[in-house]
């Protein structure tokens, strides 16, 4: 298996842009949960989905955040507008049941 | 909802020392406790976790420990090395219901000087 697969590894784009991360999970895994990663907060939960459907998008911060997941095999992140606090990493994670998370090898995104 | 507490925030040792990293956690509910050791530019990774029906789980040189009456867990590196060196976050959930949400502690860096 070739875990979980995020793209694009890095994106850069200007305020007000819209940017879309895009993440596959794990074949057979029916959880799919989306991370900000920063030095300043740590690992923080945006939004999470049990088999495709949204439990718990507290963890998203603005309206403009929003996340889908119209299949097993697809989920995306999308801003829009971009803001530069909006620079983090991603990550995509995925697990089955109540097995440990894999995660994804993240999207770095910087916004200027 | 579950708090995690991790602590150190930063840990240097010698090159062959043990080191020690400690998590508390909130909701008694919480069964299943997963560590994650997080490199330099790369994704977190799985090293090790345990269950609430187990007291201590080793694998190698990582142990960890868990004391569910005083609801802390603990991470044993032995005979440190180079490569230990990283960011390690624990976790905790309940492992319950829809959904396996993780509550992540705010990790730990490790420095291992050789």
């Known amino acids: 298996d070739a875990g979980v697969i995020q793209s694009p590894r890095h994106e850069v784009t200007e305020m007000g842009q819209e940017v879309t991360l895009r993440c596959k999970p794990i074949?057979?895994?029916?959880?799919l949960f989306w991370y900000r990663q920063t030095m300043m907060r740590g690992l923080e939960l945006l939004i999470y989905?049990?088999?495709?459907?949204?439990?718990?998008d507290s963890g998203m911060p603005e309206d403009r955040f929003s996340a889908k997941m119209p299949n097993a095999s697809f989920s995306t992140l999308k801003i829009q507008p971009s803001e530069p606090r909006d620079s983090a990493v991603y990550f995509c994670?995925?697990?089955?049941?109540?097995?440990?998370?894999?995660f994804g090898s993240g999207t770095r995104l910087t916004v200027v | 909802g579950e708090n995690v507490e991790q602590h150190p925030s930063t840990l240097s040792v010698q090159e062959g020392d043990s080191a020690v990293i400690k998590c508390t956690y909130s909701?008694?509910?919480?069964?299943?406790f997963p560590w994650y050791k997080q490199e330099l530019g790369k994704r977190p990774q799985l090293i090790i976790d345990?269950?609430?029906?187990?007291g201590e789980k080793k694998d190698q040189r990582i142990a960890v420990t868990l004391n569910k009456t005083a609801k802390h867990f603990s991470l044993h590196i032995t005979e440190t090395q180079p490569e230990d060196s990283a960011v390690y976050f624990c976790?905790?959930?309940?492992?319950?219901?829809?959904?396996?949400?993780?509550?992540f502690g705010t990790g730990t860096s490790l420095t291992v000087i050789p």
């Open positions: 345990i269950r609430s029906n187990v």
């Open positions: 994670a995925s697990s089955f049941r109540s097995a440990g998370y894999t």
């Open positions: 074949s057979g895994h029916n959880s």
């Open positions: 909701d008694s509910a919480s069964n299943y």
């Open positions: 989905f049990n088999n495709n459907v949204p439990i718990d």
């Open positions: 976790a905790a959930s309940n492992g319950a219901g829809t959904g396996n949400q993780f509550y």
